[in-house]
């Protein structure tokens, strides 16, 4: 199993309500877009910031990220918070950053894509697909 493989398997084993939360909340700042689409990457990620606020995501993203670097065998440089560097909110979803020994892990908890037809806009995914990169160090 590789690097990213691992920490996808620790994410859905043992943050299964994180994911849960984070669909719900992306639900909710879709339903009520016209024909399924935002135009607008701030209508987007505003609402979905405060809705994973609310919902207590944000708060657990940082045991999440802690989580997943353990179960690639790598350790954390420093304990990371519910703040940038280490959470953001983007017009996709959460967006989970750590440094370690190889580079940044980069987890995001994809809930939109950016599609161009019929309009350039973002549209909600089937649930949430985390996805896990491993950037080069500096």
Not at 14 to 28: E, S, Y
Not at 68 to 92: M, Q
């Amino acid at each position: 199993m590789d690097l990213a493989e691992a920490a996808i398997a620790r994410i859905e084993r043992d943050h299964a309500g994180t994911l849960a939360a984070v669909d719900a909340c992306a639900d909710a700042v879709a339903a009520d877009w016209p024909g399924g689409l935002a135009t607008d990457g701030e209508a987007v990620r505003a609402p979905l910031a405060a809705a994973l606020a609310d919902a207590g995501v944000l708060e657990a993203a940082p045991a999440l990220l802690a989580d997943a670097v353990d179960a690639t065998g790598h350790v954390l440089r420093a304990r990371p918070v519910a703040a940038p560097p280490y959470v953001v909110v983007t017009s996709r979803g959460p967006l989970l950053r750590a440094t370690i020994e190889p580079g940044r892990l980069v987890i995001g908890l994809e809930t939109f894509e950016v599609v161009r037809e019929p309009a350039v806009g973002y549209r909600r995914l089937e649930g949430v697909e985390p996805t896990v990169t491993l950037e080069p160090g500096r």
